[in-house]
């Protein structure tokens, strides 16, 4: 659909006579804006969000700790956008499908996700779902209803659209979410999602974190526009701008959207502005393009600090209360790691298996090459992978001298 009218001047429009405005109901001392009405959230509902989001930043914690002391090979971190991640997650059905990028374990984390199943994922033990074969902090889970995570940035997005589509089809009620980061809506497929669910009118939620980074890359580099938001417009789509670090307006704004979304087909993309307070990943070093200030500036907005004003302020939770869930959460988190670390790898054929309905000739080459390999030099790999070959009997296995 095209619709001008006609000018006899050559006038141009840049875009700047929108502004577009950012949604927020509470302030960060815990009280709510004049005139902000709070969305209809029970003292039940508002305490499972909170502890979501604890037991989000005790693991990250504790994890980014862990690869530190050499137990785990890489970690990324959610921290400082818990209330953009599990409070859009809240405001779904829990049935509805999340497509997330890879800093969005919060929402696992609200959907009952337990540490045990974080843990065999980061370790790639033989109970993880993806049998050892991802980077830690791939997740998934089909009973959660949650895509696992693809490396490569936007993968999810065009999924998104599509997923949705049949979601549509099916008349079920339901629509997708899909998390990304500011950088990763510059991929091409980004564009190629939104116009396909605005001209498909498919029911899914693009839900864009934007943290001000890509990496090292501020976003004031990424983009000449205002942001992100203004990209709907260019696709006819429903779009609002939230502050990500308030969990109240997130919630509501996704509710709002979800509502779009699952009973008119409307797709929605939201905006959440917020801050990544940690590193990029375990690989990476903010020091060398930002300042302390700036994050000292955000970690004053730490959205789980303004959570937990608002809720003390009602009598939902207390200082004591923190403190013995903090506990216990850090205790669970090190039992778990250790239980999750004495596990051994998926057997070594697994490799291959149920990757094709039978194991092509080309893949068991591999195989084979593999097993001659370890079987050779024993030494270069972990203590223990030749027990992992059917082939090779524990006798040949205590010989294994390696320890790599
Ligand atoms: C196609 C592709 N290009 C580059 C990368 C490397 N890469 C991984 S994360 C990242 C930055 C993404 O930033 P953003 O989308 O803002 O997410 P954030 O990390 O800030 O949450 C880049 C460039 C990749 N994984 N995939
Ligand atoms: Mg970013």
């Known amino acids: 659909m095209t619709t001008t009218t006609d000018i006899h001047s050559p006038d141009f429009l840049a875009g700047d006579e929108f502004s577009i405005p950012t949604f ?32 989000t930043r005790v693991l990250d914690e504790r994890m980014m700790a862990a690869q530190r002391q050499g137990r785990l090979s890489f970690y990324m971190q959610c921290t400082g956008e818990e209330a953009a991640v599990i409070g859009a997650t809240a405001a779904l059905d829990d049935a509805d499908m999340i497509m997330a990028q890879y800093r969005e374990q919060g929402a696992l984390m609200y959907r009952g996700f337990s540490f045990d199943e974080f843990m065999n994922q980061l370790f790639g033990n033989e109970l993880d779902y993806g049998k050892g074969r991802q980077m830690p902090i791939h997740y998934g889970s089909r009973k959660l209803h949650y895509l696992t ?37 510059s991929e091409g497929d980004f564009h190629a999602a939104l116009n396909m669910a605005a001209v498909h009118q498919v029911p899914v939620i693009f839900f864009c974190r934007n943290n001000g980074y890509a990496i090292s890359t501020p976003s004031i580099e990424q983009f000449a526009a205002d942001g992100v938001a203004p990209r709907a417009f260019g696709y006819r789509m429903h779009v609002i701008r939230v502050d990500g670090n308030d969990i109240l307006a997130v919630y509501a704004a996704t509710q709002a959207a979800r509502r779009l979304a699952v009973e008119h087909n409307q797709p929605v993309l939201i905006e959440a502005m917020t801050y990544r307070l940690a ?50 959460l850090r205790r669970e988190v090190l039992e778990t790691m250790k239980r999750a670390q004495k596990r051994p790898p998926p057997p070594l054929d697994s490799l291959v298996t149920d990757v094709y309905a039978d194991v092509t000739p080309a893949l068991q080459r591999q195989l084979d090459t593999l097993k001659t390999h370890i079987r050779r030099y024993p030494e270069a790999y972990p203590k223990g992978a030749m027990s992992l070959d059917p082939d090779v009997s524990p006798r040949d296995d205590a010989d294994d001298k390696g320890g790599a």
């Open 24 to 55: 927020r109901l509470l302030q960060q001392d815990g009280t709510l804006f004049d005139g902000a009405v709070a969305p209809e959230l029970g003292r039940d509902a508002a305490r499972r969000i909170y502890h979501a989001m604890v037991a």
């Open 149 to 185: 995570i693809s490396s490569p940035l936007a993968t999810q997005i065009p999924q998104a659209t599509g997923f949705a589509y049949g979601q549509k089809l099916a008349g079920e009620g339901q629509c997708t979410t899909v998390f990304f980061g500011e950088g990763a809506a």
């Open 279 to 328: 590193a990029h990943s375990s690989s990476d070093d903010p020091s060398g393009y930002r300042s302390k200030k700036e994050e000292e500036a955000w970690r004053e907005k730490d959205p789980l600090l303004r959570m937990r004003r608002w809720l003390n302020d009602r009598g939902w939770w207390s200082d004591e209360e923190e403190r013995e869930c903090q506990e216990r």
